[in-house]
């Protein structure tokens, strides 16, 4: 079972920036190849959303329409560690936000796919 510890979020001013980092540990060998990494965020009243997901082995990435252009997936497979740079923030993307992770998925949005979950990281956006 892949452990996953978000740090990063906080408050910020609408137009800021915030870089989310999410550190993974415990798959079999230290081997994440095999593995889809997801960004989700969750508002107060709202369902679990997608924001972003990366395939560790080659990079693809894929975003929601509600943060393409802003927001950036990336990962640093020495340190096993999948990175949120987020851009121009609005106040609508308050939320806590989840690291997910899950083996050879074909759809980066399907939250019920993802075997493993952080405990979350709050951002909130002021006007």
């Known amino acids: 079972q892949v452990q996953l510890v978000e740090s990063g979020g906080g408050v910020v001013q609408a137009g800021g920036s915030l870089r989310l980092s999410c550190s993974a540990s415990g798959a079999f060998g230290d081997d994440y190849s095999g593995y889809v990494m997801g960004w989700f965020r969750q508002a107060p009243g709202k369902a679990r959303e997608f924001v972003a997901g990366i395939r560790w082995s080659y990079g693809r990435t894929e975003y929601d329409d509600s943060v393409k252009g802003r927001f950036t997936i990336s990962r640093d497979s020495a340190k096993n560690t999948v990175f949120l740079q987020m851009n121009e923030l609005k106040p609508e993307d308050t939320a806590v936000y989840y690291c997910?992770?899950?083996?050879?998925?074909?759809?980066?949005?399907?939250?019920?796919?993802?075997?493993?979950w952080g405990q979350g990281t709050q951002v909130t956006v002021s006007s």
């Open positions: 997910a992770a899950g083996p050879y998925l074909r759809d980066y949005s399907q939250e019920n796919d993802y075997s493993s």
